[in-house]
């Protein structure tokens, strides 16, 4: 009862977190005119949002190793809660940028709590399979996000999106707050935190999984960044068409996790990830020759894109779990480190988005080809049964 319970909470707190990074995207270009700034700076949140996801997630599973998960997972929520209903506040990029900031500081805690949560209820294939769920929570807040925002927008305008997503944050505090959540016998560690993280950094069988892992995120952070300018630029596609977008993207994702449910036990996890991976290639590869050859032609775009979406899915569960099955240390680090690896590799390929970022599809295409080629180097170079 404690893990289904466990399981739903987090696949929740997951949701919301991962909503900060798709919800508002319909709205970018009239978020922009309201702070007179362009969009291509605006886009920058995304980028600022991940940096925040990304360098307190030591410091969240350090903290939830020493006074427990759920205190952590109540503060992170608050903090998130906060920073959304005051992001509407601000009237100057700066302020933006910065509010930004706090949200993924907020959201970082909730990822990491919520990884720590399902290893402490789940272990061995039935890890995969729980870390499954969470990525469809991660991949419906990315796509049903896109079109929730977008209805929100023309509805109640932009600011009522973070509104609403403070506020369902703040009362997920109040019900964590009267939740029990199972617990479990952690291994003889090393005295220094630090040293904990140095040492499982330094594990082969825990760096390539978890490599794979972000190398493939990355490839949905660098769409949903410099994507929204292609697709409502030279495509002329309006907010609510590019939120209807989140409908195959989030279908192909959800597909992908109950491939991972279904058959993971039996085909084995190395041998998912390696097709999942390859997916991402393949569709990586058709989006950047669509890009160059039939640019005008939306759907050679996003269909591809699909299936990239789809072979992550299948990729990045399994990573985690094969990365902390490879770990050297127990408790909360090994699912912060990768946590951490992966926000940081999403904040920098998100900024070299943000930089390339125009309405020409190519160099979108080519990034992404290039992460998944990465993403398929560290699988081959990985182990097929993970160290026990």
């Known amino acids: 009862m404690k893990s289904s319970t466990t399981l739903l909470i987090t696949c929740s707190t997951v949701f919301l977190a991962q909503l900060g990074m798709s919800i508002y995207l319909p709205a970018l270009l009239e978020i922009a005119r309201n702070l007179s700034a362009d969009s291509s700076q605006v886009a920058w949140g995304l980028a600022v949002y991940l940096i925040g996801m990304a360098l307190p997630m030591l410091f969240w599973g350090s903290l939830g190793q020493r006074i427990g998960r759920k205190p952590v997972l109540i503060a992170a929520l608050g903090i998130y809660g906060l920073g959304n209903l005051a992001l509407p506040l601000g009237t100057t990029l700066e302020s933006f940028l910065v509010l930004r900031l706090i949200q993924g500081i907020g959201a970082s805690g909730i990822s990491v709590m919520a990884r720590v949560l399902i290893r402490d209820s789940f272990s061995g294939d039935q890890l995969a399979k729980a870390l499954s769920w969470l990525s469809i929570s991660f991949v419906v807040a990315l796509g049903i996000g896109q079109y929730l925002g977008s209805i929100i927008q023309v509805a109640l305008g932009w600011p009522a999106i973070f509104h609403l997503l403070g506020g369902v944050s703040l009362s997920m505090a109040v019900v964590v707050a009267r939740i029990a959540f199972a617990s479990r016998t952690e291994q003889v560690i090393p005295s220094s935190s630090w040293a904990s993280y140095w040492q499982t950094l330094n594990h082969r069988d825990f760096l390539l999984p978890a490599l794979a892992g972000g190398l493939g995120y990355g490839v949905i952070i660098a769409f949903n960044t410099a994507a929204p300018l292609i697709l409502q630029g030279p495509f002329k596609w309006s907010p609510v068409e ?6 195959p993207i989030s279908t192909a994702y959800f597909l992908g996790a109950l491939v991972v449910n279904s058959l993971v036990l039996r085909a084995g996890g190395h041998r998912l990830m390696k097709i999942g991976v ?12 669509a890009s160059v050859t039939a640019i005008s032609v939306a759907l050679l775009f996003w269909l591809p894109y699909c299936f990239a979406v789809f072979g992550q899915s299948l990729n990045y569960p399994i990573s985690l779990s094969l990365a902390n099955d490879g770990a050297p240390v127990g408790g909360a680090y090994a699912m912060a480190l990768s946590g951490f690896m992966h926000q940081l590799m999403a904040a920098a390929i998100g900024a070299i988005a943000s930089l ?21 180097i560290c699988v081959m170079l990985s182990r097929v049964t993970p160290r026990s």
């Open 242 to 247: 590019y939120g209807l977008l989140g409908w």
């Open 278 to 289: 390859s997916l991402v290639l393949a569709g990586s590869a058709v989006m950047l020759v």
């Open 356 to 376: 390339i970022a125009s309405q020409q599809a190519w160099p979108l295409s080519l990034l992404c080809t290039l992460l998944a080629l990465g993403a398929m």
